[in-house]
């Protein structure tokens, strides 16, 4: 079993920045790759990145050049850094752990850009 616990999110005005973190406990060493989805009030979740037990990572293209995904192993912990942030990065997001087995989701953290 893998648990997920994020923060971070919160009121940010357009432009400005937030750092998610995602810090995961229980079986880690069965994790692979770890990442982001988000959820818009109405819409169907999306995938913004993910990053695999090498380091690759890859975005979504309405995010790239602006977040940044980053893991610590040491902290079993991997963060999404948001910079200039717009409106329609509202949402919900959400971490994922994927093992072998299963996906595992985080309860998601709540990040509203608004003025």
């Known amino acids: 079993q893998v648990q997920l616990v994020e923060s971070g999110g919160g009121w940010v005005q357009p432009g400005g920045s937030l750092r998610l973190s995602c810090a995961a406990s229980?079986?880690?060493?069965?994790?692979?790759?770890m990442g982001w989805y988000r959820q818009a009030p109405g819409q169907v979740r999306e995938l913004v990145a993910f990053?695999?037990?090498?380091?690759?990572?890859n975005y979504v293209d309405s995010v790239k050049g602006r977040f940044t995904i980053s893991r610590d192993n040491a902290k079993d912990t991997v963060y999404l850094q948001m910079n200039s942030l717009k409106p329609e990065d509202t949402g919900v997001y959400y971490c994922?752990?994927?093992?072998?087995?299963?996906?595992?989701w985080g309860k998601g953290t709540l990040v509203t850009v608004s003025s």
């Open positions: 229980g079986s880690i060493i069965s994790i692979y790759s």
């Open positions: 994922i752990a994927e093992t072998s087995t299963r996906y595992y």
């Open positions: 990053i695999t037990s090498g380091g690759n990572t």
